[in-house]
């Protein structure tokens, strides 16, 4: 009976807040809320982009090529292997253990191989997310000076909010005008190692005595 009050007493304060707040949300949708704060949906600004789109589209074209490939060589190789299975009762035993374990080494290589590719749609993915983050941020500073706020805050980190005050759509419509699809800018090379930290500047020679 406690846990059932406390339950009606919690959506009943729930309710009392929407209402409180309704006022407020219907006069947001008819003029531009002035708020030091503005809110950013950060991965529906990157999917719904068309640079994430683009992104999106080219890892899952690349995540279904592996997996029909993957696909071929899971066949190609249960057909060896039943090959090998029906010498084996013809074979010395010596020399079906030279070709086992070829086969063996065989399939370790291309599994390790094929992994690579896996490693490298993923790598290529976290680039694009990071290139696109990257670029976005002077679109993002332009947003905040023109609202006059202060702050753009991830929205997942708000509990409750204005709509007004969230510029996920118009960041959207502004990164596309800048960067478009990305199809101008260099695609991400996976094989690149991080280049790190630069190199510190040479100190300046001590004076002479």
């Known amino acids: 009976m406690g846990r059932a009050a406390s339950s009606l007493g919690l959506r009943?304060?729930?309710?009392?807040?929407s209402?409180?707040?309704a006022p407020f949300c219907v006069a947001a949708q008819d003029a531009q809320v002035e708020s030091a704060i503005l809110t950013l949906d950060q991965d529906?600004?990157?999917?719904?982009?068309?640079?994430?789109k683009a992104a999106i589209a080219r890892e899952e074209a690349a995540m279904?090529?592996?997996a029909?490939?993957?696909?071929?060589?899971?066949?190609?190789?249960?057909?060896?292997?039943?090959?090998l299975t029906v010498k084996r009762p013809t074979m010395p035993t010596d020399e079906f253990a030279v070709l086992a374990k070829e086969f063996d080494t065989k399939v370790n290589r291309i599994r390790t191989g094929q992994d690579a590719k896996s490693r490298d749609i993923t790598r290529v993915r976290d680039a694009d997310r990071q290139r696109f983050l990257q670029s976005a941020v002077p679109v993002l500073g332009e947003l905040l000076a023109d609202q006059?706020?202060?702050?753009?805050?991830?929205?997942?980190?708000?509990?409750?909010?204005l709509s007004a005050i969230d510029v996920t759509d118009l960041a959207i419509q502004r990164v596309n005008?800048?960067?478009g699809d990305g199809s101008d800018m260099p695609p991400p090379d996976p094989a690149s190692p991080d280049p790190g930290?630069?190199?510190?500047?040479?100190?300046?020679?001590?004076?002479?005595?």
């Open 12 to 17: 009943a304060a729930v309710l009392a807040l």
């Open 197 to 209: 930290p630069p190199d510190p500047a040479p100190a300046d020679p001590p004076p002479a005595p």
């Open 19 to 21: 209402l409180s707040l």
């Open 68 to 83: 029909a490939e993957n696909l071929k060589i899971e066949q190609q190789l249960e057909a060896e292997e039943r090959a």
């Open 177 to 179: 005008a800048v960067l």
């Open 44 to 52: 529906r600004f990157f999917a719904e982009s068309a640079f994430g």
């Open 64 to 66: 279904s090529a592996l």
């Open 148 to 161: 006059s706020a202060v702050a753009i805050i991830d929205k997942g980190a708000i509990i409750l909010s």
